[in-house]
């Protein structure tokens, strides 16, 4: 007789659920995925809209990532360009690149004293690549700081308040300690050694990562109707488990909001389409100082695509909790929300056979390739 495979339920198909799906299948792990929403792909779907143009729904992605095994990895299941994705900002009506650079500073300030804040900066900061924001506005060297507090009152205050929905006078310049500034001409958003984007799309590399005769997929189907936790058990359709359940929804959601639910920002993506051939310089731009959205993304230059006409979106972020109307995007890392964070993985961690994971169930921001990273961990968990 043959011997029956071991069975798993992979909860969410997007990259965290598809990768450990996946992994599971390759090892002879009959696999159930349970996907809500009516595509595959999570927050990296993409599609064709009626103009042709290939668009993302739910934000521009870009793969980078300094780990080539993990490049390694997304090659198996599609083929991929290498693409450096350019940014700006729009400051009084002009666009310079971000992360801001010499260009920049020959943008907003006279040619003398342009020329005087660049010396100053290779003088202050040699051998340095970037500098971070904070260290530029901290700097004892007063022409430095000028240039750092145009920034921060044109740019950084203006957008950070609008993201997070809070007032100007609330943005604190701590938060940009990670915000680098080059000492350069140098463009590109990322420094990552493998910057890419896929060949067809995100989804057709989806449809390859999912295409096993092992795994299957049911799309609008919310697990958790499914699923419950009772007495430190989890149940599925009211019966015990004892093969493993990973799930990379909310995880508050999850443990029907016992903490109370865990805050995100959330975004509104307005999509328009102009016969024109160029919205503006680059794919994204930030616009700081607009009443309203946050950002623009033309679509036709992300991926380069040769078409007529143009299709962009503008972003307005929100406010929004898991399990409200609008998709949580951006976890909300405050110390209250950390430590219920912390009673819900606490109680997720005695739960035998589940597996929580994921951008929504770690409660983190993570990029593509940490989330694959983390999925790959927990497949590796399941098969030892
Ligand atoms: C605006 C924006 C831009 C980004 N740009 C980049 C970028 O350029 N580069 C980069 O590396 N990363 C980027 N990211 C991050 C990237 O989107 C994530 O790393 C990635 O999507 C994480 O995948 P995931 O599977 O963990 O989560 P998700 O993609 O959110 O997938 C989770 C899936 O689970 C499903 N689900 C939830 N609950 C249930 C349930 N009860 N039943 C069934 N299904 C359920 C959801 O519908 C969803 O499809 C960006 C993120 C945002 C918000």
Not at 195 to 202: D, G
Not at 241 to 262: M, S
Request: charged share 25%; with cysteine.
């Amino acid at each position: 007789m043959e011997k029956a495979n071991k069975k798993a339920i992979v909860v969410g198909a997007g990259l965290s659920g598809a990768v450990i799906a996946r992994e599971l299948a390759e090892q002879g792990y009959d696999v159930q995925v349970f996907e809500r929403r009516d595509h595959i792909g999570g927050n990296m779907f993409d599609y064709v809209d009626e103009h042709g143009i290939l668009v993302h729904k739910y934000g521009p992605h870009t793969f980078h990532t300094t780990k080539k095994e993990l490049f390694d990895y997304i090659c198996k299941y599609g083929e991929w360009d290498e693409y450096h994705l350019t940014c700006g900002a729009v400051i009084n009506g002009k666009c310079t690149p971000t992360p801001f650079n010499f260009q920049t500073i020959d943008d907003f300030f006279a040619p003398n004293e342009a020329k005087a804040i660049k010396e100053v900066l290779l003088h202050e900061f040699p051998s340095r690549e970037t500098v971070t924001v904070v260290e530029a506005l901290n700097c004892p060297n007063p022409l430095v700081r000028k240039y750092a507090e145009f920034l921060f009152e044109n740019d950084y205050r203006p957008y950070s308040a609008k993201q997070w929905g809070l007032d100007p006078s609330q943005i604190d310049p701590s938060i940009l300690k990670r915000v680098p500034l080059r000492l350069s001409y140098k463009i590109g958003y990322f420094d990552d050694p493998y910057q890419a984007m896929p060949r067809i799309s995100y989804v057709e590399f989806f449809e390859n990562l999912l295409d096993h005769p092992n795994i299957s997929v049911e799309l609008n189907h919310d697990a958790l109707k499914d699923l419950s936790i009772e007495d430190g058990q989890i149940l599925y359709l009211g019966q015990k488990v004892d093969y493993p359940i990973v799930y990379t929804g909310p995880i508050d959601e999850l443990f029907n909001h016992a903490y109370g639910p865990l805050p995100y920002r959330s975004l509104r993506f307005e999509f328009n389409h102009e016969p024109i051939d160029s919205k503006q310089d680059m794919p994204v731009v930030a616009y700081p100082q607009e009443p309203g959205f946050v950002r623009i993304i033309e679509f036709k230059k992300l991926p380069v695509q040769n078409v007529p006409g143009t299709t962009y979106e503008k972003e307005y972020s929100l406010p929004t909790s898991s399990g409200g109307n609008d998709e949580p995007y951006y976890p909300l890392l405050t110390e209250k929300s950390q430590e219920n964070y912390a009673k819900y993985k606490e109680m997720a961690e005695k739960v035998p056979y589940l597996y929580v994971c994921g951008r929504l169930g770690d409660f983190k921001y993570y990029n593509m390739d940490q989330a694959l990273e983390a999925a790959l961990a927990i497949a590796n968990k399941i098969l030892r």
